[in-house]
């Protein structure tokens, strides 16, 4: 049987490792780029799968002042679809960190 001493520093060890895996994810995550489209791809707004909005593009023909308030609505939907996107893709890499620490499906780990 091990000591408290040694439970207590396996448990560090275990929440030390499990951190580094989580600081990894998201450095990661911030790599991998996901794309919302709006307007039939008049608009588009290009995203890190951890949310960060790296561009957005958007057609000429919307540069008009009779269609700003249909731009600021492509906008923002183009916005909303990649970060849906992002989310999904998020999802996904931290089911498969979780899956290779053999945590169970659905298991919550602090900060995810």
């Not at 780029?33 to 588009?44: A, F, H, I, T």
Request: proline share 4%; charged share 25%.
């Amino acid at each position: 049987m091990k000591s408290m001493e040694e439970m207590i520093q396996a448990a560090q060890q275990a929440a030390e490792t499990i951190q580094k895996q989580m600081d990894e994810m998201q450095g990661k995550l911030d790599g991998i780029e996901v794309e919302g489209v709006s307007g039939g791809g008049l608009v588009k707004v290009r995203a890190s799968a951890k949310g960060r909005v790296i561009g957005v593009s958007i057609d000429d023909s919307l540069l008009q002042p009779s269609e700003k308030g249909i731009l600021e609505d492509l906008i923002a939907a183009a916005f909303n679809d990649a970060r849906s996107k992002a989310d999904a893709v998020s999802g996904e890499e931290m089911t498969r960190m979780q899956s290779s620490m053999g945590l169970p499906p659905g298991f919550k780990l602090p900060g995810m």
